[in-house]
């Protein structure tokens, strides 16, 4: 498993509603190209996002779907970005203080893929999280603007 958290310096609702922008993912997502198209139920249980992930000259297209929505303490998605194995990720927002804990947690959705990822696979899964989590703090506490602001 690959677990990470941070403080944010703003209260669950205003982060929760970064997370409920679809626009955003391209921005805090490392490795997000941009965001294609996403329902307008976003990010309802079974709404979609479409997104092209990866570098150049490999660009994926594909999608990440909301599997749970409790706004605005949890957010758990499927990340697809085929042929490789589609992640789940889980964030958890707690008030803490006059902010929130953000706690985010992504395993590969496959159990068999999970314990082949092994300790380095999550640690580099850790690692890329820690610069999207620095990001997405940037957007919720207003030091990045918003996509469309």
């Given amino acids: 498993m690959a677990r990470n ?11 929760f509603d970064v997370l409920a922008d679809p626009r955003t993912y391209s921005h805090w997502v490392v490795g997000s190209r941009e965001i294609r198209d996403a329902d307008a139920t976003w990010p309802a249980p079974g709404s979609a996002f479409h997104h092209t992930v990866g570098m150049p000259p490999l660009h994926i297209r594909d999608a990440t779907i909301v599997e749970r929505s409790r706004p605005p303490v949890m957010l758990e998605l499927q990340a697809k970005a ?6 789940r990720i889980r ?25 082949l990822a092994g300790p380095l696979g999550h640690a580099m899964i850790r690692l890329r999280n820690v610069e999207s989590l620095r990001r997405l703090k940037a957007l919720a506490e207003g030091r990045t603007p918003r996509p469309g602001a």
Wanted: aromatic residues 2%; proline residues 14%; glycine residues 8%.
């Fill in 91 to 115: 964030l958890e927002l707690r008030p803490e203080g006059e902010g929130t804990r953000l706690v985010m947690i992504e395993d590969p959705a496959n159990g068999l893929l999970n314990v």
């Fill in 5 to 15: 958290e941070t403080f944010v310096a703003a209260p669950p609702e205003t982060v």
């Fill in 82 to 87: 085929r042929p490789l194995p589609s992640a």
